[in-house]
């Protein structure tokens, strides 16, 4: 029978999630993406300063990779790795595009020839999800080299995070089955060995 609590015991099969870690753990997820989302709103900035703009996008960026380090780390330890990644995607992905699109409502805020027309917080959050799909309806462009610069920086790291970040999660699940593996897969030598010790 399995542990209560989501973990099976030496030598047993690796149970499933239980119903209340995986509610848990979208809850978590909610409560992390709605927190940076009201953040998000509540910041005055379309009236940031070009040095407030940098800033805002290098710590961002930095908190950004941090963010993906720790997520990489916890599914490797994670008993549940496949639910940590999924955890870890639902923040990190909606961080990334937040980080973007208030650079671009601060920009525009600095000049409405970054992108032809003031952009509110929901069209800057509008206009990243746009880049980051591909879909590029042209209602919104990037007009002056600064906002194609930052637009260019964006599909850069749309691609680093479709590419290498799903990679490097999809890798920490795939080495976290395996140290769960490993042990079970060793127990049933233990027995024998215990054995021969003791007709020694």
Known sequence: MSDPTGTASPGQPQSRPSSRMVVRTV?????SV???AALYYLLPL????????????????????????????????????????VEALAVNVPLFLLLFAATYVTLAGL??????????????LYFAVTVFSTVG???????????????????????????????????AVKRG??????PRQQDPERPAVSQADETN
């Open 34 to 36: 709605a927190a940076l």
């Open 46 to 85: 379309d009236h940031a300063s070009t040095p407030a703009t940098v800033t805002i996008l290098v710590i961002g960026l930095v908190v950004f990779i941090a963010l993906v380090t720790f997520h990489v780390r916890s599914i490797l330890r994670s008993p549940f790795p496949q639910l940590r990644a």
């Open 111 to 124: 000049s409405v020839k970054n992108f032809g027309e003031h952009l509110s917080h929901t069209d800057g």
């Open 27 to 31: 809850l978590r997820a909610a409560v």
């Open 137 to 171: 309806f042209g209602d919104i462009t990037a007009k002056t080299e600064t906002a194609r610069l930052v637009v260019t920086g964006q599909m850069i790291g749309d691609l680093i995070i479709l590419g290498l970040a799903i990679n490097v999660i999809v890798g």
């Open 177 to 182: 089955r395996q140290r769960q593996n490993t």
